[in-house]
């Protein structure tokens, strides 16, 4: 496993990632392309998706049992208690983040990392080490009331329907409970969308990382990104929407692909970092 490079290289990206990285092998062009963005990169946002963390056992996006967890049709009963039991043993409880999730750890740490932004509720970014993360979705680790909106663990509800509680309700009001995540057709929070804008148009590169970017407004920061001048490198295993109009395109498993780019060493430059900023200050 390729450790991050922490030093900066004032060479030719293109010579050391064919004899450094991955010692002397053949490489893909795209590949090269993408490891010259991240390497002359000053400011780097990042947008993850589901494909992050399918090396760390979770489904990906759209199988039943990711589907646990999102919120079901809340006014009918028995679909709550389903949901409540296909979330007792749910593989998210016990995964752990993987090299993907360390390498944006480490891209972090580089000191260019501008922003963490996941549609995944999963919580393995900031159970990686991650600080820096916007949860555009929600979490499936926290439980909201709908009536009176108090907010608990979900590890604390979960312990309720283990001891036989088939549908949990609000210990406060008794009202229908829910994760805090954002389910199909709900908004995304006002003031977490807006932040998530202001760091695409606050970067130089916008790093993409398993999303098929076929959700919105979530795929819209990519088009945003690149209208501000942003470079965009999308590393998906499967096409996107957004493929044409990427300064690069990497189809490994992601898992591979960002320790590798993370690993590039840093291109020194006095060019100073002109974005679109914060729009509040336009």
Known sequence: MLAAFTGT???NPRKWWSTTLWNGGAVGARMV????????????TVLTGAGVSTASGLPDFGSPTAAALLDP????????????????????WTASP???HRALVDLERSGRLRALLTQNVDG???RAGSTSVVELHGSIHGVRCVACDARTPMTDTLARARRGETDPTCLT???VLRSTTVSFGEP?????????RTAVLDCDLLLVAGTSLLVAPAADLVGLAARAGASVVLCNAEPTPFDASATAVVRDPVA????????????????PVRTWGDPSTW
């Open 173 to 175: 009001c008794g009202g």
């Open 188 to 196: 995304l929070d006002s003031a977490v969308l807006r932040t998530a």
């Open 98 to 100: 993987n090299a993907a």
């Open 9 to 11: 290289f004032s060479g």
């Open 33 to 44: 392309t993408a490891s010259e963005a991240v390497a002359s990169a000053k400011r780097i």
């Open 256 to 271: 591979h692909s960002l320790p590798a780019l993370v690993a590039v060493p840093v291109i020194e430059s006095d060019r």
């Open 124 to 126: 393995l970014h900031q």
């Open 73 to 92: 049709d809340l006014t009918d009963p028995e679909a709550r208690r389903t949901t409540w039991r296909a979330r007792l043993d749910h593989p998210v």
